[in-house]
């Protein structure tokens, strides 16, 4: 069982920069693949970044690439989302989510979800 705690959201002016972090519980999260989504109102949740249990590779959405990257601390059991160059567009709820070893880009694939945090950018 892994349990997903996001926090740094929060209203930030366009161009700027925001940077979340998702802690984890449990003694698996090294294990664990972890995803950043995100749910703009009206929309669908989509995903927007992902890195393997190990951190030796990662995925990014192609509308957040070289603006967004994506690391994990497995000794403090935490995922960051770094997110540079926002924009307008970028506000959302964002979710980190957990699954074993490997990415996936598709919501259903991961395993345990965190509450979210909003991200809002104003221009």
């Known amino acids: 069982q892994v349990q997903l705690v996001e926090s740094g959201g929060g209203l930030v002016q366009a161009g700027g920069s925001l940077r979340l972090s998702c802690a984890a519980s449990?003694?698996?999260?090294?294990?664990?693949?972890m995803g950043w989504f995100r749910q703009a109102p009206g929309k669908e949740r989509e995903f927007v970044a992902g890195i393997k249990w190990s951190g030796t590779s990662t995925s990014f959405a192609e509308d957040v690439k070289g603006r967004f990257t994506i690391s994990r601390d497995n000794a403090a059991n935490t995922v960051y989302l770094q997110m540079n160059s926002l924009k307008p567009e970028d506000t959302a709820v964002y979710y980190c989510?957990?699954?074993?070893?490997?990415?996936?880009?598709?919501?259903?694939?991961?395993?345990?979800w965190g509450q979210g945090t909003q991200v809002t950018v104003s221009s």
């Open positions: 989510a957990a699954r074993l070893w490997d990415i996936r880009l598709i919501q259903s694939e991961y395993d345990y």
């Open positions: 449990g003694r698996t999260f090294s294990r664990h693949a």
